[in-house]
């Protein structure tokens, strides 16, 4: 069984999350405000089950999924589109994809050590958050 993602997991680093969400035609007052922000993950894994949380002073976000199982997103706390994400396994990474208005749009959640990894892509451009585990 792949790692447990489950606790509270504080941001650490968020490279290029800027290009990112302008490649999701994010406006620029949010993104300037948005890169500036330590976010805060709280993950509850049960099995392939997840409830996730996004958390900061600006804005939160929720999303629960389970893995292997398609869904509509309404993606609120960022672009505020609506997406058919899935997201799976590949080893002990999960893969999601996003499809919607714009290419190649998703990420990538893995753990090394105490660190919990995202690489969020939109288009050509990618995010690399590293959040460390609180809990």
């Not at 800027?18 to 994010?26: G, T």
Request: charged share 30%.
């Amino acid at each position: 069984m792949p790692a447990d993602h489950s606790g509270t997991w504080e941001m650490v680093s968020n490279d290029n999350f800027d290009d990112v969400m302008k490649a999701m035609d994010i406006d620029f007052a949010t993104r300037k405000i948005a890169v500036y922000l330590k976010q805060t993950k709280v993950i509850v894994q049960n099995g392939d089950r997840f409830e996730t949380k996004t958390l900061s002073t600006f804005r939160n976000y929720e999303v629960n999924f389970t893995i292997g199982e398609e869904f509509e997103e309404h993606t609120k706390g960022l672009d505020n589109r609506v997406v058919k994400t899935l997201v799976t396994w590949d080893g002990d990474k999960m893969v999601c994809v996003q499809k919607g208005e714009k290419q190649n749009r998703g990420w990538n959640q893995w753990i090394e050590g105490d660190q919990l990894h995202l690489e969020i892509f939109c288009e050509d451009k990618v995010c690399h958050q590293v959040f460390k585990k609180k809990n």
